[in-house]
């Protein structure tokens, strides 16, 4: 009845069944989780990726048939993988996941800042790129790499580089006057000057009327001396304005005075 098996069985049970009660399983699960992504970043996904590639040609044998092509198309995809994982750990993003903030530890996590650690770790970074490429595809890698000395050349004595910079710099200066034109702010306004003056000595012109002031108003007014009268002998008719009628009020009182 008692049975090896069945007595391991029930103590395993009867462990499982404890740990909620000794451990806490949210505590312990949160800085699991916390752990893997701050170690893996989103370079889970790429493990992902791998395991599922790996399963399904393990499930395909493939392995059997083509061991060189199998064999060179994984150090690929290898070299590949780890070339995007380190190019995560040059990116930041303002995400969190938990407690961890991919800001501080990158979107690599800690592995992939690993891989593109110092000068040498981005130069051997760069290398998994050349041997992803030279892995995968051979021949196209193989004629880039033999055309590439004569495309340098090329390129130098035709001063492809040097034109670009120039062309860039003059987009740069064109953009910069439009910007500057466009955007332009108003000056202070400087007053005219008058040839001849003082120097500084602005033009006062004459002010305009407005429509508040009061109206001019032409009122007849008969002069019988004047000898080109229209009406008649020794009278004629001028129109005068009523400033011109007090004028000649004021000034006839300072005569009579």
């Given at each position: 009845?008692?049975r ?7 103590i395993?049970a009867?462990?499982i ?5 000794v ?11 916390d752990?893997?992504v701050r170690?893996f ?5 790429i ?10 040609a393990?499930?395909?044998?493939a392995?059997?048939?083509d061991?060189y092509?199998?064999a ?41 800042q ?5 000068a ?8 998994l790129a ?8 051979p ?17 130098i ?9 120039a ?11 439009f910007?500057g034109f ?6 202070p306004?400087?007053?005219d ?25 032409y ?20 129109f005068?304005h009523?400033g ?5 009020v004021?000034?006839?009182a300072?005569?009579?005075?």
């Amino acid at each position: 009845m008692f049975r090896a098996e069945v007595v391991g069985i029930a103590i395993v049970a009867f462990t499982i069944a404890l740990i909620p009660f000794v451990v806490d399983v949210s505590v312990v699960f949160s800085e699991a989780r916390d752990w893997i992504v701050r170690t893996f970043g989103m370079g889970l996904f790429i493990v992902a990726g791998l395991s599922i590639a790996g399963g399904a040609a393990i499930s395909r044998r493939a392995h059997e048939r083509d061991v060189y092509n199998v064999a060179r198309r994984t150090i690929g995809i290898l070299a590949g993988s780890l070339f995007a994982w380190g190019a995560l750990g040059l990116n930041e993003a303002d995400w969190s996941l938990g407690n961890v903030s991919f800001r501080e530890v990158s979107l690599g996590g800690t592995i992939g800042q690993a891989l593109v650690a110092g000068a040498l770790g981005k130069l051997a970074w760069l290398s998994l790129a050349v041997i992803s490429a030279s892995f995968l595809a051979p021949g196209p890698s193989r004629w880039f790499l033999s055309n590439l000395p004569g495309w340098t050349r090329t390129a130098i004595e035709r001063r492809y580089a040097q034109r670009a910079a120039a062309a860039v710099a003059s987009a740069a200066v064109a953009t910069g006057r439009f910007v500057g034109f466009a955007f332009r702010r108003p000056g202070p306004v400087e007053p005219d000057v008058i040839i001849g003056a003082s120097d500084g000595q602005p033009i006062v012109g004459n002010a305009s009327p407005s429509f508040e002031t009061t109206q001019v108003v032409y009122r007849p007014s008969i002069d019988p001396a004047s000898p080109s009268s229209a009406v008649g002998s020794g009278a004629a008719a001028k129109f005068r304005h009523d400033g011109e009628l007090e004028e000649e009020v004021f000034t006839g009182a300072d005569e009579d005075l």
